[in-house]
């Protein structure tokens, strides 16, 4: 017997294709389908597992699995399983540990001052005047490649905290993890049967900051497949702090991933539902519809035991992918063969590894193209992956559910999109595909190209107003300075670093203060502050930085959720924004929007269980400890959701918000909210948020909205402004000097004069990801912007640093164009006129192009609006 196919509401011409896609491949009785109208299939049998999944009538899956998956976390961090360390305590003194060779200007040693348990714990104190890095290491430990593994261990700090590393969430989320960097944690050193090391030893758990109390550290691995030994290592990176630790541990992880069953049973025209109760006390139900052009997967987990819980929900579909590609991005296309996970994914959160995708979209081609998606829309701490080893395909998301966040009523849900795409262009095509999805989180409709410049600010009084004004008349867009976080000068810089204790007692002298503007601010700080699972304050930094030289600098992480009375969300709104749109408005002054500073920069999770009880977002969990909690980004979705109302209601629908791009990975949840976003950084030093993965990340990001970029970077050269410069032409980015960058030469000016004119010339045009247009030199990359309308232009940039002469392939039939040699081509950087040939359809644009240049060539005299062919040919 035929499946049973359920159709979604579509077109006449949509629901013959799905016939089509019917009448190709028959399933067990009772199985239910669902189709697009582009050729993609999803079948489940009546107990929940996947039986099919085609594109174009090709099959993909050879065993059926259970789409959905459970694992539950919720005692991961009290297994009953023993500890594979014989002295995880140092009760034994220095048995079963030895030092690292590495130990430089730390002093290593037992003590029986303070422990966490037991009469012991390791001692390190840092030399004041140096940073050193020291540690110990265990004797091998017998392991099996391929299981799971989890290393944890307590920290305490006599000062509340350790100091080093220090930087940004491109450091913390991503960098601190690939090998260089060796801040306070726990290291794996891997070993094979021959106990010869599998690589250099790898950070597993951080220590950021706190440890003002004993504080957990917990990391979860898979042994490498050759992995049959281990050891571990303890180790802090310290200036002058002393740290204890104490009872590493080192178990096998024992939590089992339990494929999800119940029934699934046809609701409606194009939709499916899946309900199931599981034994641990979680009720799951799940709904799968389908659009014309993709299949939605939602669904919402509910626990009936009223306990905490921590969770990894998984879709997953049983694909063969072995021989595709995976892409972690336009630029790293990977071929799937080993037996491996295949993911981009960076930590959700600066305390601990807490994996999640850094595009809300994944991608996999073949002869085909198919991807999985997140929605912008619903913030959730999850991953997209391809696993090999188990040929999975999948979404998996980490939830939280707890009693205290009485208006989730014991609920987290998750959503997940499945969209077929032209394998052609890779990972760029999942991207336009998903930008044609969701096209209102890509664009804006305030027209902030219309500006020569980007002012943030102070405008709060008539001293500082007029500056709006100045920026009206030099067409200059012009923001009021917030930022979603808490920052306070703590001391004079003079004196020396402050303690823990020392940046709490500078918020209650701020409560304290007759000024009821600044009392208010510290009785913001205190009901917003975002708390780890320890109770403490989830510091950033405390610091002395660059933009106030003259003070000791505490920032914390912050709930910015706009229903906490009396918190930052709210103080913000009403002592910063509408006091700088009063004090414009009065003197006839148009202040543009609100500009949030280091967006995204304490990417944390908030045990705070006030918060939790107002949280309307689902929870997470903290992966150092697996206690539910509440991601600080979900507080500020709900922060510039309202405070989008509230510009529009009070002071304007133009009234833009503009960001200081930081984080990575959570922030794409914010994207939607978001007109324009800014950077900042240094263009010449490693790690420094200009790199070609973060500008890819972060143009894709952004979409059809400005860029800009603020270079932080003092005494550069002539030769790296120009670099710099061009970097920032080839993707469409506004190069600015930021205000710490002295010492340039004074021509740099008139370079960024010139940038500027080409850069407006096209910008406005919004940048595309499938360029059509390629060039015969693998050094030489292209950008696309335009194609919305009239305007037609690419980027080209040299990669290499000297000269690369070549030719521009661009694709005139894809793109539309019916008549390519009626066209005029113009390279905007010189001005001149580039003759070019037409074959086949394709225009071939000669370039040579300077090293680490960019040129930017303009197709004019179409006449017509360009059209993108939407459906895809069979």
């Given amino acids: 017997m035929k499946r049973r196919t359920i159709l979604p509401s579509t077109t006449a011409s949509a629901i013959a294709f799905s016939i089509l896609i019917l009448s190709l491949s028959t399933q067990a009785q009772g199985d239910l389908s669902l189709s697009t109208a582009d050729g993609l299939s999803l079948t489940l049998s009546p107990d929940g597992q996947v039986t099919s999944v085609t594109l174009g009538g090709e099959e993909l899956v050879s065993e059926p699995a259970p789409a959905l998956w459970v694992r539950d976390m919720s005692r991961a961090a009290e297994p009953d399983v023993p500890n594979l360390l014989s002295n995880p305590g140092f009760e034994e003194g220095e048995t079963g540990w030895s030092p690292l060779a590495a130990n430089r200007d730390v002093a290593i040693a037992l003590t029986a001052e303070v422990a966490h348990e037991g009469d012991w714990a390791l001692e390190f104190v ?263 080893a188990t040929g999975r395909y999948l979404a998996r998301f980490h939830l939280g559910i707890d009693p205290a966040a009485s208006k989730l009523a014991g609920q987290a849900s998750f959503a997940v999109e499945l969209y077929r795409f032209d394998p052609e262009w890779g990972f760029r095509a999942a991207m336009e595909k998903y930008a044609r999805l969701h096209p209102e989180w890509m664009d804006t409709p305030r027209d902030l190209y219309q500006y020569v410049g980007y002012n943030q600010g102070s405008f709060l009084g008539p001293w500082a107003a007029p500056q709006a004004k100045e920026d009206d008349e030099a067409n200059i867009y012009s923001a ?130 006030a918060h939790l009880a107002l949280a309307d977002i689902p929870l997470t969990y903290s992966a150092n400890t697996y206690q539910p909690g509440l991601h600080n980004v979900s507080g500020v979705y709900e922060y510039l959701a309202h405070l989008r109302q509230h510009l529009d209601a009070l002071w304007g629908s133009d009234r833009a918000l503009s960001v200081n791009f930081w984080g990575l990975g959570t922030v794409n949840y914010l994207a939607p909210w978001i007109d324009a976003f800014g950077s900042e950084g240094s263009s010449h030093k490693e790690g420094s948020n200009f790199d070609f993965w973060t500008l890819d990340y972060r143009r894709a990001i952004a979409y059809h909205k400005p860029r800009i970029f603020a270079n932080q970077q003092p005494d550069l050269t002539l030769d790296q402004v120009r670099e710099y410069a061009n970097r920032c032409l080839f993707y469409g980015m506004m190069p600015v000097v930021g205000p710490h960058a002295a010492g340039w030469p004074p021509e740099a000016s008139q370079v960024l004069t010139d940038t500027h004119r080409v850069l407006f010339q096209f910008w406005a045009a919004g940048w595309e990801p499938v360029t059509h247009a390629w060039t015969d030199r693998e050094a030489v990359w292209v950008e696309r912007f335009g194609g919305r309308g009239e305007g037609l232009f690419f980027t080209l940039h040299n990669t290499l640093a000297e000269t690369v002469a070549c030719t521009l392939t661009v694709d005139a039939e894809a793109l539309g164009i019916e008549h390519p040699a009626a066209l005029t081509v113009t390279e905007l950087v010189s001005g001149e006129e580039v003759l070019f040939e037409v074959e086949e359809g394709r225009m071939l644009i000669p370039a040579e192009v300077e090293g680490l240049g960019t040129l930017v060539f303009r197709l004019s005299g179409l006449g017509y609006r360009i059209y993108l062919p939407l459906v895809m040919k069979e």
């Fill in 126 to 388: 840092g030399l004041a005047d140096a940073q050193g890095f020291g540690g110990w290491e265990s004797d091998p430990i017998p392991v099996t490649g391929g299981l799971r593994y989890r290393v944890s261990g307590w920290f305490r700090v006599r000062e509340g905290f350790v100091t080093r590393p220090s930087g940004s969430p491109v450091l913390w989320q991503r960098r601190v993890y690939e090998g260089s960097i060796h801040p306070t944690g726990l290291y794996l050193q891997w070993l094979d049967a021959q106990k010869r090391d599998l690589g250099p030893p790898s950070l597993a758990a951080l220590l950021h900051w706190n440890a003002q109390e004993w504080k957990r550290v917990t990391r979860e691995v898979v042994a490498p497949p050759d992995a049959r030994y281990v050891k571990v290592a303890v180790a802090a990176r310290l200036e002058g702090q002393t740290l204890w630790a104490d009872d590493i541990s080192l178990t096998q992880s024992p939590e089992v991933e339990v494929g999800v069953g119940g029934t699934v049973v046809a609701e409606a025209e194009g939709r499916l539902t899946q309900t199931a109760t599981l034994a641990n006390g979680l009720v799951i139900t799940a709904t799968y519809t389908a659009h014309p052009d993709h299949i939605a997967i939602s669904g919402t987990v509910r626990d009936t035991s009223g306990q905490p819980r921590a969770l990894e929900v998984c879709f997953a579909l049983p694909v063969d992918l072995d021989g595709w590609t995976w892409w972690d991005d336009v630029r790293t296309p990977r071929p799937i063969g080993e037996p491996i996970v295949y993911e981009n994914v960076v930590s959700a959160d600066f305390n601990a590894w807490l994996p999640m995708s850094l595009y809300p979209y994944a991608a996999v081609t073949a002869g085909e193209g198919l991807a999985l998606a997140l929605r912008m829309d619903q913030p959730r701490v999850a991953e997209l992956a391809y696993d090999a």
């Fill in 480 to 609: 009021q300075y917030t930022a979603a976080e808490i920052n306070i000068d703590v001391r004079a810089s003079s004196e020396p670093r402050p303690t823990y204790a020392e940046a709490l007692a500078a918020v209650q002298a701020l409560i304290a203060d007759p000024d009821p503007a600044i009392s208010s601010w510290g009785r913001a700080i205190t009901e917003s502050v975002s708390l780890d699972a320890n109770g403490d304050w989830l510091i950033k930094t405390v610091g002395v930085h660059s933009w106030d030289p003259d003070h000791w600098e505490a920032i914390w992480a912050a709930d910015f959720d706009p229903e906490i009375a009396g918190g930052m969300a709210q103080w913000t709104i009403e002592q910063r924004v509408d006091r700088a749109f009063a004090a414009t408005e009065e003197i006839g002054a148009h202040l543009d929007g609100v500009q949030i500073d280091n967006f995204g920069s304490t990417p944390s999770i908030d045990c705070d269980p």
